[in-house]
Antibody, heavy 122, light 113 residues
């Protein structure tokens, strides 16, 4: 069974930084494409970005609201994905999920973590 | 970016009745080479992550009850819950995965009338 466990969420002030982690188990992480998705309180889902596997080129792409402030990285030896968040804003408040969103050829089998809460408040 | 728009924002249905949620994309999410629509539907209950219900617009994820069905192609899609159960009270989202950035509909809240 695939498990994704996020950690690192906290209460921080605007302008501060935070690093989130996503520890994966039950999958061959080195070949996985893993995404970050966030959800502001009472709101919808917003794609933050994605890390492709190194065997598929290793590209990392970001959504417009976080480009230039957030950085995704991965440590395949630790089966872990990271999200470094800098220059945080109040509008970055929300639950951050890591997930293996479906790829074109995948017949289902997507996994989500339970999420970690980030609160940015003065 | 592909914009996903759901309707309605909320609906209330009697137990055992049908619930219908619509999702429209700003451009087609159908790929002619694979002959598939890259559209998923999710169910989310409070305090939980989204749960995948439907992928390729109409294929049910393993373990999802057959009262959930997806239809549509191109830019217009529908999620139907045939015979609403109390445990189906949730928010439902569509998402396109034809291209990055992945984009989601704003969500439709389903409740009991």
């Amino acid at each position: 069974e695939v498990q994704l466990v996020e950690s690192g969420g906290d209460l921080v002030k605007p302008g501060e930084s935070l690093r989130l982690s996503c520890a994966a188990s039950g999958l061959n992480f080195v070949y996985a494409w893993v995404h970050w998705v966030r959800q502001a309180p009472g709101k919808g889902l917003e794609w933050i970005g994605r890390s492709k596997s190194k065997s598929d080129g290793g590209a990392i792409d970001y959504g417009a609201p976080v480009k230039g402030r957030f950085t995704i990285s991965r440590d395949d030896s630790r089966n872990t994905l990271y999200l470094q968040m800098n220059s945080l804003k109040t509008e970055d408040t929300g639950v951050y999920f890591c997930t293996t969103l479906l790829r074109w050829e995948h017949p289902g089998g997507e996994s989500w973590g339970q999420g970690t809460l980030v609160t940015v408040s003065p | 970016d592909i914009v996903m728009t759901q309707s309605p924002d909320s609906l209330a249905v009697s137990l055992g009745e049908r619930a219908t949620i619509n999702c429209k994309s700003s451009q087609s999410v159908f790929h002619s080479r694979t002959n598939k629509n890259y559209l998923t539907w999710y169910q989310q209950k409070p305090g939980q992550p989204p749960k995948l219900l439907i992928y390729w617009a109409s294929t049910r994820e393993s373990g999802v009850p057959d009262r959930f069905s997806g239809s549509g192609s191109g830019t217009d899609f529908t999620l139907t819950i045939s015979g609403l159960q109390a445990e189906d009270v949730a928010v439902y989202f569509c998402q396109q995965y034809l291209s990055d950035p992945r984009t989601f509909g704003q969500g439709t809240k389903v409740g009991i009338k």
